[in-house]
């Protein structure tokens, strides 16, 4: 498991990402249902993400729900419960920077 609970400014880092984050992030696997079991989500907001048409939208809109650090965390622990390692790697690392 990936732990992002002593990274500073992962919502920061979230944001400055988000873009790119909203073109390889995979929401309908696992994710969102993660989300919610964490309570990062509420199922409200789940199904506010699930309601939009494309991946992107709901990439989109998941990502804009992100608004404190304690749901990135989750965020992250979420992406690694779901086979997206890689992709908290990529925040962790700030993109590659």
Excluded: W
């Excluded at 920061?12 to 790119?20: A, D, E």
């Excluded at 909203?22 to 309908?28: H, K, L, S, T, Y």
């Excluded at 989750?74 to 997206?84: M, P, S, W």
């Amino acid at each position: 498991m990936i732990h992002a609970v002593d990274e500073p400014g992962i919502l920061s880092t979230i944001t400055s990402l988000k873009n790119r984050l909203a073109d390889i992030v995979e929401p309908d696997f696992g994710l969102l249902d993660h989300l919610r079991k964490l309570e990062a989500l509420t199922p409200r907001q789940v199904a506010d993400v699930q309601s939009e048409r494309t991946v992107y939208r709901r990439n989109d809109a998941l990502l804009d729900m992100l608004t404190a650090e304690e749901q990135c965390v989750k965020f992250l622990e979420a992406l690694d419960r779901t086979g997206q390692q890689h992709v908290a790697i990529f925040v962790k690392q700030n993109g590659g920077k």
